[in-house]
């Protein structure tokens, strides 16, 4: 028994690491998740010894590495059932097309492969191979059963990779899976199995070849709280305009440009929506007429004819069985009386209110949430811990 403070047990993870090359990621993860006072037990597979040494991740995390499925030395010889007995989370990062086609089929051909089949705690992976492996039909097969039977999916994001191709496939960056991983163990599956919809950052409306309208949306706002309903559990769908931040954990995460790209990515994917969140600042008008080319300088005045864009949020709310909709009103003046007004226009549950000279470009933000209920102020804080505030404060509208 202890004295004085309280004691607080630290979490334990068992980070699986599995062949490839971005095993080398998986060595900042270790450090960063251990930094963060978690626990943390490696167990890699033959392959992934290739790429990075054990001894590597010993020395980062202080405990020893296993490998090997007919290990003597463990307790019993029973390290694929002791070692999944005392984690409270096991994340496989990275993992790799044949480690996931062996999971969605329960083979047990290695020690880590075993270790997640004899688990009782909860289970990520964080994909990551080349873009065509990702992209073909078997692997995708293979992360639809996975996703069936509870396992959550971080990733993967898209860039350059070992290969030289550009595409879908790296593995999320040790930084984001670190946050996931104590996001996980710190807050409740309050969205659990709920399919969510995020519209985040601003939207470009092309002039001519290389000019555009856009306005001074970071994303910031949007991505916390995509980041914020992962770790509600919920299954995240973010639909994200031209902005300069690294992507949250999101399952499926849809790049566009203009309003019209963005409304067509969101009527994609509403049916399947339990709840839509519009964050995005779209652009309220586009040109009508864009310039193929580049329009000349010249020492006359310019003009261009401005149309309206198509209202995202309002015909999501107008749908014949609508999800639970969520809409943001950014204000200059007047902001409840306007916010309010913008609320019953739409037929919106809840809408989220900030002025937005205060809230533009901020890490920080105050809120005011405006429902059937009347007002309900968020004070000034991290756009992170709003993003919580609001997750939770949506979940407990729609179980209502």
Known sequence: ????????????????????????????????????????????????????GPVTFQSLTGNPVYSDLWETNAAQNMAHINLSRTVDMILVAPASADFIAGLAHGLADSLLATLCLARDCSLMIAPAMNRQMWENPATQRNLTMLRLDGIKIIGPASGEQACGEIGIGRMVEASVLAETVQAAFQTSSSLESKNVLVTAGPTFEAIDAVRGITNKS???????????????????????????????????????????????????????????????????????????????????????????????????????????????????????????????????????????????????????????????????????????????????????
């Open 1 to 52: 028994m202890t004295t004085g403070a309280s004691h607080v047990l630290k979490k334990r993870l068992l980070l699986g690491i599995t062949g490839g090359i971005a095993a080398y990621k998986a060595a900042e993860l270790a450090r960063l998740l251990t930094q963060g006072g978690i626990d943390v037990q490696v167990v890699m597979t033959q392959s992934a010894c290739r790429f990075v």
């Open 218 to 400: 970071s994303g910031k706002m949007g991505y916390a709280i995509a980041q914020a309903a992962v770790e509600a559990n919920a299954k995240v769908t973010l639909v994200s305009g031209p902005t300069c931040l690294a992507p949250p954990a999101v399952d499926k995460l849809i790049h566009v440009v203009s309003a019209d790209d963005m409304l067509h990515a969101v009527q994609a994917e509403i049916s399947e929506t339990d709840i839509f969140i519009s964050v995005a600042a779209v652009a309220d008008y586009r040109v009508a007429k864009i310039s193929s080319r580049k329009i000349k300088k010249s020492d006359k005045k310019f003009s261009v004819e401005l149309i309206p864009n198509p209202d995202i949020l309002l015909a999501v709310a107008s749908l014949p069985r609508p999800p639970f909709c969520v809409g943001f009103a950014a204000e200059t003046e007047d902001l409840e009386k306007n916010a309010e007004m913008k609320r019953r226009k739409k037929n919106l549950p809840l809408l989220v209110a900030n002025l937005a000279q205060d809230a533009i470009g901020s890490d920080e933000s105050e809120l005011i949430l405006l429902d059937d209920t009347g007002k309900h102020v968020l004070p000034k804080a991290s756009k992170t811990e709003q993003a919580r505030l609001l997750i939770k404060h949506i979940s407990l509208l729609y179980k209502r």
